[in-house]
């Protein structure tokens, strides 16, 4: 403080040349029209120039995390390499899972309600059926609802009446995820029991007991657990990996071998009626 006083007596005549300065300055810009106009256009531009750099800035972040997202589907699709081949449609086939991956685009989202659903550019002439697992290059997105000639409905995760079979990887105790309608990146994992250990960070995949995703597909991260006393289950809450605010392209999963595994299924289930 006191190296501070000293400077401003030190340099009192200088601090009052530029108050004055200032002050002449602006008294100039206000009673004169050609002035103000002068300084308007000046200041103008230097706030174009500061927003135009801020965007460009804020541009080039965002290609950095788009870059960072492609890297790592492309490293995801280069494991699958040994077991991929590309269809006449130019669609990826997971030989080892007989799994197709149908690209597809979202046209409409919602986020913000208890029933969310998306709009995708695919339907009946892509060979997308209901119940069909849609993904993202991030994680899970959510179920093929209902299907036109061009188009399809997606039931997402984050809808309360989406209930998905999902698995923690570290210990592969299986649940059933459920969404409360409030966050678009949280989720509850519920029907673990509270006597197995967990962790923070602990990752949340799709368990792979359905034709709808295969297993192993990421749903999110564990950030909290509690239970409430006199009940067997944890309070499961997941960070889910795909953020709905940016979602834009998916793929559509189709099962080759759905039909057979259906017929399966129906046998199973008429064999336990008689």
Known sequence: ???VLKFIIRQH??????????????????????????????????????????????????????????????????TLLTNVLHDSTHHIIDLKNNIQYIPAKVVYAT?????????????????????????????IVGIVKDVSDNFSTVLPIININAHIS????????????????????????????????????????????STIFPEGIEIGTIVEFDYNEGNDFYNIKVQLKTDFNKINHVYVIRHLLQKEYKQIEQIIKNDKQN
């Not at 460009?56 to 589907?73: C, D, H, P, R, S």
């Not at 069909?132 to 991030?138: A, L």
């Not at 409030?182 to 509270?194: E, G, H, R, T, V």
């Open 1 to 3: 403080m006191r190296t």
């Open 13 to 78: 005549n200088a601090i009052i040349f530029l108050l004055l300065e200032t002050l002449c300055i602006f008294l100039t810009i206000k009673n004169n029209e050609y002035h103000k106009n002068v300084s308007f256009s000046f200041f103008k531009e230097i706030t174009g120039q500061v927003h135009s750099a801020y965007y460009f800035v804020k541009k080039y972040i965002g290609t950095i995390e788009e870059n960072k997202l492609l890297a790592e589907e492309n490293s995801r699709l280069r």
């Open 111 to 139: 986020t913000r309600t208890a029933n969310n659903y998306l709009i995708i550019d695919k339907g009946l002439n892509d060979s997308i059926l209901p119940d069909m697992g849609v993904i993202s290059p991030n994680g």
């Open 166 to 209: 999902a698995r923690i990887k570290t210990n592969s105790y299986f649940g059933t995820t459920v969404w409360d309608g409030k966050n678009s990146q949280i989720i509850y994992l519920a029907d673990i029991p509270y006597h197995i250990k967990l962790n923070k960070g602990d990752t949340v995949i799709t368990s792979g007991f």
